[in-house]
C-alpha cells in the first residue's frame, strides 16, 4: 500500500470504526519515510520487534468509534502484512546489510580523533598532525 489512508481504510473494513481511530497507528510505522523516501525505510519498523514496539507505544488496545476494542498488535500485523506480505524479523533485514568498513572502526572516548575536509564528511578517520594535537593526542573537529 502507498498511502497510511489506505492502510487505515482497511482497518475500517476489518474492526469497524472510522479512518481517524488508525490513522495516527499506520503512520507511526511510515513516520520512518521522513529520513529515507523509499522502501527501505520499511527496515526501521515493518518487522516482529517493531510490532511489539508499536504496542509498547500505543496500548494493547484502541476503542474505536464504533466502540469495539481493537488490539493495536492485529493492527500493526495488518499493516506490515499489506506492506510485505509476511511479517519478517528484524535480522531478516540486518541480513541485507553489508558491513562496511565505517561500521568497524572504534576509537577509545578518551582518544579522540580529528576529522577533517572531504574524508571527514565521508566519516573517514583523518590522523591528526599540527596544533590539534595536544600531547600526542588529537581532537575532533566539527
Known amino acids: 500500500m502507498a498511502?497510511?489512508?489506505?492502510?487505515?481504510l482497511s482497518s475500517v473494513r476489518k474492526w469497524g470504526g472510522n479512518v481517524e481511530d488508525y490513522l495516527p497507528l499506520h503512520q507511526w510505522f511510515d513516520q520512518s519515510k521522513a529520513i529515507l523516501a523509499d522502501p527501505r525505510h520499511r527496515a526501521l519498523r515493518h518487522h516482529a520487534e517493531g510490532i511489539f514496539m508499536f504496542e509498547t507505544l500505543f496500548g494493547a488496545t484502541i476503542v474505536n468509534a464504533d466502540g469495539r476494542s481493537v488490539p493495536v498488535r492485529l493492527v500493526g500485523e495488518q499493516?506490515?502484512?499489506?506492506?510485505?506480505g509476511s511479517i519478517p524479523s528484524f535480522a531478516d533485514w540486518a541480513r541485507l546489510i553489508t558491513p562496511q568498513a565505517w561500521m568497524l572502526r572504534g576509537h577509545r572516548l578518551d582518544e579522540p580523533v580529528e576529522l577533517s575536509g572531504d574524508r571527514a564528511a565521508r566519516g573517514d578517520v583523518v590522523p591528526s598532525s599540527g596544533p590539534s594535537s595536544v600531547g600526542g593526542r588529537s581532537r575532533i573537529a566539527i
Open 79 to 84: 499493516h506490515v502484512r499489506e506492506d510485505l
Open 3 to 8: 498511502h497510511c489512508y489506505y492502510h487505515a
